[in-house]
């Protein structure tokens, strides 16, 4: 949810969300956009939980946050951005990893972030 939100914070209005269940042995989870996207300065720098665009507060948890759990289950976090064309964040888990975090509630999550975005359109896959 927060990878999306920071999605329609960005001014994206087409957000594709996919999820892989069983990619070449990992777990992939991917959202992109066509938000404001990022220049290549912030993209390097966005993985660090002192670097954020808000102004509500100093810290950026979600990216960070995310980039620390693909690792620790044996993963990798992908991020391309362009400036004015958007960004795409794919998160790889290794598939077995009994540290993996469960998917959970899909359905509910989209809802929420639908509810607080009604102009956004949204395109989901699933690959089980």
Known sequence: ?????????????HIWLTISENEQGY??????????GMDSEMLQRVRDPFVTSRTTRKVGMGIPFIDMVT?????HLELQSTPGKGTELTAYFAADNIDRPPLGDIVSSVQVLL?????LELEFAYNG
Do not use: E, L, T
Request: overall charge neutral.
């Open 27 to 36: 777990f992939v989870f991917s959202v992109r956009d066509d938000g404001k």
């Open 1 to 13: 949810m927060d990878i999306a939100q920071n999605s329609v914070a960005a001014g994206a209005r």
């Open 115 to 119: 509810a607080g975005a009604p102009q």
């Open 71 to 75: 690792q620790q289950c044996g993963g």
